[in-house]
């Protein structure tokens, strides 16, 4: 927030969709977020089997998925977003190996983790296509190759060999 000049009221300093931080716009940002209230949830009946380490476990890698997201889009440069994109797209993987694991040994049912896998998977396509895209508008152009006939006269517009320019 920012403080008005002299007026002594509060104004909100916002961006396009009237959020305050251009990650709140993202698609990414506010699927992983969806997903990761989600996962807490679903942390909260792990600790109700005395299974904390676990319960911990998720709420972070999933708190990482958009915690990236968000300070990445904070960066100066796309390369450097893209590179936070890459950190939260291994905290979806994760977060979907500690389902897994979990669902493998009896802790959770296949039916509750099954969709979480589905959108995880969703999701990390999501961020590796944006990411993908960042370092793609981020690259400087590649050298352009001017054939050498280019950089040269046609032979024609050349003075016959034996005259001098000179008249």
């Known amino acids: 927030m920012e403080r008005g000049a002299g007026s002594g009221e509060d104004k909100e300093m916002t961006i396009e969709g009237g959020n305050q931080f251009r990650f709140q716009n993202l698609e990414i940002w506010k699927r992983a977020a969806a997903l990761s209230l989600r996962i807490f949830e679903l942390a909260d009946t792990l600790e109700n089997q005395r299974l904390f380490r676990f319960a911990e476990q998720l709420r972070a890698t999933s708190l990482s998925i958009t915690n990236n997201i968000a300070e990445g889009s904070g960066s100066t440069s796309k390369a450097d977003f893209a590179n936070f ?72 517009m050349l003075p016959a060999q034996g005259s001098h320019p000179r008249g």
């Open 85 to 156: 994109l890459n950190f939260s797209r291994r905290s979806v993987f994760e977060v979907a190996n500690v389902l897994t694991l979990l669902s493998q040994n009896g802790n959770l049912r296949a039916a509750d983790t099954s969709p979480l896998l589905a959108e995880l998977e969703q999701l990390s396509r999501m961020i590796h296509a944006f990411s993908r895209t960042l370092r793609l508008s981020a690259s400087p152009p590649s050298k352009l190759r001017v054939p050498r006939s280019e950089l040269y006269p046609p032979s024609s």
